[in-house]
């Protein structure tokens, strides 16, 4: 019997050493469980239970912002595929309806080769109008058409003072498109004669307008586009042409016209020389000659004026690098 109860008593204690020896080890995977957590949490290269879940976030995250972004942009390439042809607002006077003969020039201003009815050519606008001081949503609409009218109408020919006889020479007749024109109807101011034949030379020897052209680099007499249709004009022979169209308005023959200086050229781009109805100039704004103007003109001192795919004006290389 004193047997039995020394074994029990030995029994009992060592259960309650197994219990304690427990307790601990439970107190213990506790704590560093909780250690683990603030070490992983605070080193990203760690292996940790958080990893999954940060990636998961991350991976939720990304591709909703860009859906949220690419949605944006996404719905202003449908309203700029719409109000490129059916935007309504004025010039001159006249009724204007939608911009797409104009989609050269914008993609040059807004610095994109991207398709004007894409989300990149809407993302690409959206940065120029916060450039511009217009709100950045990517539509191009006649606010945002009005502030690039006054962009190119502002780097044009500031001075229309009628140029002096000293000023002008007489160009060939092998310049120009209409190789009846009088001499009085053939005079350049110098320097802006000068800058043509050189961006002439310059696309003679450019492979992908396959111009035709001599061995020195002058076009062929038989070659029609970058030959000069109208140079200088006086005012009086611009009163008599506005007498001639009476209807033409301001879009059309202007009362103080850059013509008055001999440093305006319209140059044949395609199509009618000098028709202003959208058919012809939605022609004249695809063809290559045209497209290289709007790309290469500025480096030889050339802006256009917008509504007149032909009409350009020299206001000098300096002005034109700025």
């Known amino acids: 019997m004193k047997h039995r109860k020394v074994h029990l008593a030995v029994f009992c204690f060592a259960l309650a050493a197994l219990a304690a020896l427990a307790s601990v080890a439970a107190r213990s995977g506790r704590g560093q469980s909780k250690s683990n957590d603030q070490t992983q949490a605070g080193t990203p290269s760690s292996s940790s239970s958080l990893q999954p879940t940060a990636a998961v976030r991350e991976r939720r995250v990304a591709p909703g912002a860009d859906a949220a972004g690419t949605s944006l942009f996404g719905a202003a390439a449908t309203q ?4 490129m042809f059916n935007l309504g607002w004025q010039f001159g006077g006249k009724q204007q309806r939608g911009w797409y003969i104009y989609a050269p020039l914008i993609s040059r201003l807004i610095e994109t080769d991207k398709d004007a009815a894409s989300g990149d050519f809407a993302s690409a606008l959206s940065r120029w109008q916060k450039s511009a001081g217009l709100p950045a949503s990517g539509i191009l609409d006649d606010t945002t058409l009005y502030q690039m009218v006054s962009a190119w109408q502002g780097a044009r020919l500031k001075d229309k003072t009628p140029a002096q006889a000293g ?19 053939r005079q350049v101011e110098r320097e802006t004669y000068a800058a043509y034949k050189r961006m002439v030379a310059a696309a003679c020897a450019d492979p992908s307008l396959n111009l035709k052209h001599t061995a ?22 611009q009163a008599h042409l506005r007498a001639q169209s009476p209807n033409s308005g301001r879009a059309g023959l202007a009362l103080n016209s850059p013509h008055f200086t001999g440093r305006a050229l319209d140059l044949y781009v395609g199509g009618e020389p000098v028709e202003t109805k959208d ?29 007149e795919p032909w009409h350009w004006e020299y206001v000098g290389t300096q002005a034109t690098a700025k």
């Open 80 to 83: 700029n595929s719409s109000f």
């Open 167 to 185: 000023q002008m020479l007489v160009a060939p007749v092998s310049d120009f498109y209409d190789t009846s024109r009088p001499d009085e109807l």
């Open 216 to 237: 020195a680099g002058e076009l062929a007499p038989d070659e029609k586009f970058f030959k000069i249709v109208s140079a200088f004009r006086s005012p009086e022979y």
């Open 279 to 307: 058919a012809n100039r939605a022609v004249q704004v695809q063809t290559p000659v045209y497209r290289w103007l709007v790309r290469n003109a500025d480096k030889f001192g050339f802006r256009p004026y917008y509504y």
